[in-house]
């Protein structure tokens, strides 16, 4: 059979405008090691542009990727603009104990009042957590019975968003 969904991430992609602070924060604080880094200058939307294009690999072979333009006019236009909405994010998984590590490491690294919280979904507990760049991170744990909130979610997932879609808005995340 084939398959017909993706496999997993390959890379999300960023802009930075200073890819040395990134480095540190991914590296030194949540533990992705760069592997990566590509000096590229090619012709797009119109223009040549010259930039530098990193990735941090996560332990599935994914890479939360960024670049880094020399041109000024070029930074300006493609970003970084991260939105300050706590719900743009990345989430990502990982062990309870790596949860506990990078809590410690986040705290050393001294963020931004209002940049670093914890939350309980229920499902799963999240540490959040804004990089250099201001984009928010998300690193979750997942609950004990995941599997039963899973099934439980799947079997009504259609059944829940067109109640909701109705105006219907009742909550039902009853596993906290």
């Not at 540190?24 to 040549?48: C, H, M, N, R, S």
């Not at 006019?73 to 994010?89: C, L, N, R, V, Y």
Request: aromatic residues 12%; glycine residues 4%; charged residues 30%.
């Amino acid at each position: 059979m084939t398959n017909t969904r993706p496999s997993r991430l390959h890379h999300t992609a960023y802009v930075t405008k200073d890819l040395e602070k990134t480095r540190q924060f991914y590296e030194d604080v949540i533990g992705a090691p760069l592997v990566a880094t590509w000096a590229e200058q090619e012709e797009l939307f119109g223009k040549e542009r010259t930039y530098a294009h990193c990735f941090f690999e996560l332990a599935d072979g994914s890479a939360l990727a960024f670049f880094q333009f020399r041109d000024e006019d070029d930074a300006k236009e493609f970003g970084p603009h991260q939105a300050e909405s706590p719900f743009i994010h990345v989430a990502l998984n990982v062990t309870p104990d790596y949860q506990e590590a990078v809590i410690k490491r986040i705290e050393n690294y001294g963020p931004a009042e209002g940049d670093f919280y914890i939350l309980d979904h229920g499902y799963c507990k999240s540490v959040y957590v804004r990089d250099p760049n201001r984009m928010l991170l998300e690193f979750t744990t997942d609950a004990n019975d995941l599997d039963e909130v899973i099934a439980s979610r799947r079997e009504t997932a259609h059944a829940d968003l067109k109640r909701w879609l109705s105006g219907d808005h009742t909550p039902n995340n009853d596993v906290r």
